[in-house]
């Protein structure tokens, strides 16, 4: 009888810490990286730290992608107009997200983590080409695959890029890392009165404005069923949590 007892004990710790998700994609913007005495660049130390907490996560067994964004060295929507042709603008944009993609992958690797990095633009020098099944198979041999380059198109912001991949690899859920804990009615930054939701339809996202991911990148959720959840990554720690199930940040799902 004991015996039965601590078995079924054992049995229950492992489902309380089995993760949630068993394949995630994690959306890191260019900011998340941006050295912030200078206002631009990218902070080694920050990298590191960002490194850290996916090199946790990947030790729970959970497969991870990553789509990184390229704001802290370029923005292309930004700079286009009269100074720069807009898709000029945006592959400019595109290549700033290679620069992030290997930082991060040489922080991962110093902590003992595999990764690759498949880019949407070829540079065979420095990554792999994006093929669907290539990424799937790293990640059943337990790579990180830093996804960079957007989509390789002007016009498609890396939120976007973001819910393509995630839907290519089959990851059941898209967890957006930001500076604040979640979703709220207004910038929290500026308005200490600010309301967070816990929970949002992708409807309400889009009819509200809000500024989850922009809008082709949530109707492209929408269609395909994929949930968003928006954490707060600076809150060490955050990203395990989740996974582990408890309720942090915003989730977005039909």
């Known amino acids: 009888m004991s015996n039965g007892l601590t078995e079924m004990g054992s049995n ?17 913007s260019g900011e998340a990286f941006m050295d912030s005495k200078m206002g631009y660049g990218v902070d080694l130390n920050v990298v590191s730290s960002v490194a850290a907490q996916l090199a946790e996560v990947h030790k729970m067994g959970v497969e991870l992608a990553c789509v990184v964004g390229g704001g802290n060295i370029f923005r292309g929507v930004q700079s286009s107009g009269n100074v720069l042709d807009r898709a000029t603008a945006d592959f400019m944009g595109m290549l700033a997200t290679v620069i992030n993609a290997l930082a991060l992958q040489d922080a991962l690797e110093k902590k003992g983590v595999y990764t690759r990095v ?3 633009i070829n540079m065979r020098e420095v990554a ?9 198979r790293h990640l059943e041999k337990g790579r990180i695959v830093l996804f960079a380059a957007g989509t390789g198109n002007p016009y498609f912001s890396t939120d ?20 604040v804990d979640g979703v709220f009615d207004k910038d929290p930054v500026k308005y200490p009165d600010a309301k967070m939701f816990k929970k949002l339809t992708y409807l309400e996202v889009l009819n509200l404005e809000l500024e989850v991911m922009d809008s082709t990148a949530v109707s492209l959720c929408m269609d ?31």
Do not use: C, H, M, W
């Not at 600076?234 to 949590?241: E, M, Q, T, V």
């Open 12 to 28: 229950e710790k492992d489902r309380e810490i089995s993760p949630v998700y068993s394949r995630v994609l994690v959306k890191l």
């Open 118 to 120: 498949q880019s949407a």
């Open 128 to 136: 792999e080409p994006f093929i669907r099944r290539r990424a799937i």
């Open 160 to 179: 976007t890029a973001a819910a393509l991949r995630a839907l290519e690899i089959g990851a059941e859920a898209i967890l957006k890392a930001t500076k």
């Open 224 to 254: 395909n069923n994929l949930p968003i959840v928006v954490f707060n990554l600076f809150d060490r720690g955050n990203l395990s949590r989740l996974l582990n199930g408890e309720e942090i940040g915003t989730v977005v799902r039909a």
